[in-house]
């Protein structure tokens, strides 16, 4: 096989010389363009300017190997001198998450709940909770918790609970999720760099499984924890090898009876803070570092079976077949013309087909649909007129469809004074909803007063490798954290 070649990207042409100079296997071809449209070209920038590209070109494995590659290379601190060691340490913490379950040939993540990568991420999380004192609990879902080691401080019903989720989506990237616990780590660094008494106690959360990316439910470590998802729900849920939640976390010798609600612990929180990269262009276009979430759309997500008859695909005539695929095709559609209608959102991202030959008519298509929109009656009308327009087609065709609701979002509204005080505390920093999915949409259902952070992302793409965040904003983002944590763990 030819050797791959390695495509560096220079926006500034002053800045080609040190590609070349830190990439050993040579500069192949350098191309003039926006990093924006080198991204959307499917080019990874590389380069001085752009870190922090979670990527180089010796891990895509193009050949070529960078002598050095700052992953995350933080400007100088804006904030006075002793800024400094909480920029190191988020340097630090994102370079040793980078590696953990990344895909060398795609750059994206793969990080499942209670797989080896999840473990890994686990034990990171528990090493930077003892670098700081902090004491770690689980909460017997999964969700780590790391408080104050001072007995009287975390004793108090009042604690501020901080952080993300650390798990991905398939081949997802590298900022949603762990750049709010990285943030959160790292904020707690800010506020002791800068003397802050925190006189509640500030807890620093890593949830479970928030993408559901493979038991099917999404948050499903908070909405355990909240009760809102039933223990035996969900130690019922399957993975895509037919492995229960109940038989992965009896392999890794967990108690299957500490899955439980957990309301003693619940009730002395008294906020929730997630920071989080935004997964749209929001901020970007309002040309800001970091906003605050004002509500996220109500979703969910559908699993759809079509089903038919398998037969032989070159002599069974059109009209004898009973082919499920088809029924599948128009909920494709339908879910396309009625989203864009409504000004909706409605994706089919997974399916699997069986018997999966190229010569057979199908006898099973099982489908799940991801529909989000603006308020819950444009949802239900949403998946409804999806279904109708499918199983039209399965009418026609004598095919089945069953449709199973496997997990489903209502609105969220964010506590509005939290919101204003954020964002007010941020110098009028912008204030916007989002389509995307959070623990923190779970906590605020649950009565817990939660805010939102975002940070700009330049090209709104997410859920894949090449979202991204620039440093400076991530930094940002941590200064803006660590300002909000302050001000909520104020007596
Ligand atoms: C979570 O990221 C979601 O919105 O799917
Ligand atoms: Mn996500
Ligand atoms: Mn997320």
New binding site residues.
């Given amino acids: 096989m030819p050797e791959p070649v390695a495509i560096l990207v220079a926006v500034e042409q002053e800045e080609r010389p040190a590609l070349a100079e830190s990439c050993a296997g040579g500069v192949d071809r350098v191309l003039e363009q926006s990093v924006h449209d080198a991204r959307m070209n499917g080019v990874i920038a590389v380069g001085a300017n752009h870190p922090p590209s979670t990527y180089d070109i010796a891990e895509l494995g193009h050949g070529a190997s960078l002598r050095h590659h700052g992953s995350m290379d933080p400007q100088p601190e804006t904030h006075g001198q002793s800024g400094r060691a909480h920029e190191r340490e988020f340097v630090r913490m994102w370079d040793e998450l980078e590696p953990i379950g990344r895909d060398r040939s795609t750059g994206g993540y793969h990080r499942y709940a209670w797989s080896d990568a999840d473990l890994l991420l686990r034990e990171w999380f528990a090493g930077e909770a003892a670098a700081r004192g902090l004491e770690l609990t689980d909460d017997g879902n999964g969700n780590q918790l790391a408080w104050p080691a001072d007995a009287e401080l975390a004793g108090r019903g009042d604690a501020v609970l901080v952080g993300s989720h650390l798990d991905s989506v398939p081949d997802g990237g590298a900022y949603?999720g762990p750049l709010g616990v990285v943030s959160a780590f790292a904020a707690l660094d800010l506020l002791a760099e800068r003397g802050v008494r925190l006189d509640r106690p500030v807890v620093v959360a890593g949830f479970s499984d928030e993408?559901g990316s493979r038991f099917g439910i999404?948050c499903a470590g908070s909405r355990l924890m909240t009760g809102s998802l039933a223990p035996d729900a969900a130690l019922g849920m399957r993975d895509r090898d037919g492995l229960s939640l109940a038989e992965v976390l009896s392999a890794r010798g967990r108690d299957l009876a500490a899955v439980r609600a957990r309301p003693d612990i619940l009730d002395r929180v008294s906020a929730f803070v997630e920071l989080h990269v935004e997964q749209g262009r929001g901020l970007a276009d309002m040309d800001a570092a970091v906003g605050v979430a004002s509500a996220i759309w109500p979703h969910g997500r559908f699993r759809l079976e079509f089903t038919g008859e398998a037969n032989h695909a070159g002599t069974t005539l059109m009209q004898d077949r009973r082919d499920p695929m088809l029924a599948f095709a128009a909920a494709v559609l339908a879910a396309d013309e009625h989203a864009r209608e409504a000004g909706a959102r409605a994706t089919f991202g997974r399916v699997e087909v069986l018997p999966g030959g190229t010569n057979a008519i199908p006898s099973s298509v099982r489908a799940w649909l991801d529909a989000r929109a603006p308020d819950e009656a444009s949802l239900v009308a949403l998946v409804e007129a999806i279904t109708l327009q499918a199983r039209g087609m399965s009418r026609r065709d004598g095919t089945g469809l069953d449709v199973t609701p496997e997990s489903v979002s209502a609105a969220v509204s964010f506590d509005t004074a939290l919101r204003d005080a954020a964002a007010a505390l941020l110098g009028g920093a912008p204030v916007l909803p989002t389509g995307?999915?959070h623990d923190a949409g779970v906590l605020s259902q649950h009565g817990v007063p939660t805010v939102m952070l975002f940070v700009r992302n330049p090209t709104g793409v997410s859920h894949s490798p090449y979202e991204h965040a620039d440093p400076d904003d991530c930094l940002a983002g941590v200064r803006a954290l660590a300002d909000v944590l302050a001000h909520l763990a104020a007596a």
């Fill in positions: 949603d993408e999404a995307a999915g």
